[in-house]
């Protein structure tokens, strides 16, 4: 992965230099759980604990499921299900910026609509999960509303994937 790019954005005072932090600062505090304890605990026992595992064990076994945690997970999706969403925010500029030769080197830039400070707006590179195999950097969910609104620049970096790029390349 070049990194060309946020050089010459750093440079230009676009944005001030970046600052790498977890996703989970973007997750909101005190979210009620979809699951108590005791269903969570039935789900790894019957799938184990990889996520992406996770769910296609669920579509083929979630039958094995206790009537109480079956009723539970159910209901948790639908709260989790949102009604109508777009799928991407409509407040927040967007500009799609290329890196590199393939398609997948490109960066999703999500600045606020604020006036830039003359030291730029500070950062957040986030990389897409995957496994190194699969997904995409529109893989976002609310991670742009939430620093955009912070006042933060949000930069969401697409690269190649196995098996087409070792990690190494990628």
Avoid at 67 to 77: D, L, M, S, T, Y
Avoid at 126 to 149: A, E
Wanted: net charge positive; aromatic share 8%.
């Amino acid at each position: 992965m070049r990194w060309k790019t946020f050089a010459l954005m750093v440079t230009a005072g676009l944005i001030a230099p970046a600052l790498i932090v977890p996703t989970l600062a973007q997750q909101r505090g005190g979210r009620e759980r979809l699951l108590d304890r005791e269903c969570r605990r039935e789900i790894v026992k019957l799938c184990g604990l990889n996520r992406s595992e996770m769910r296609s064990c669920l579509r083929e076994r979630g039958d094995e499921l206790s009537e109480r945690c079956k009723a539970q997970f159910v209901e948790g999706i639908a709260k989790r299900r949102p009604t109508a969403r777009p799928s991407q925010p409509s407040d927040i500029p967007l500009r799609a910026i290329a890196y590199g030769t393939a398609a997948q080197q490109t960066l999703d830039l999500y600045l606020p609509q604020a006036e830039r400070p003359a030291s730029g707006y500070p950062l957040v590179v986030y990389l897409h999960g995957g496994g190194w195999r699969n997904g995409d950097r529109s893989m976002v969910q609310q991670k742009p509303d939430f620093f955009v609104g912070k006042g933060w620049a949000f930069a969401s970096v697409g690269y190649r994937l196995l098996p087409e790029a070792p990690v190494e390349q990628q």
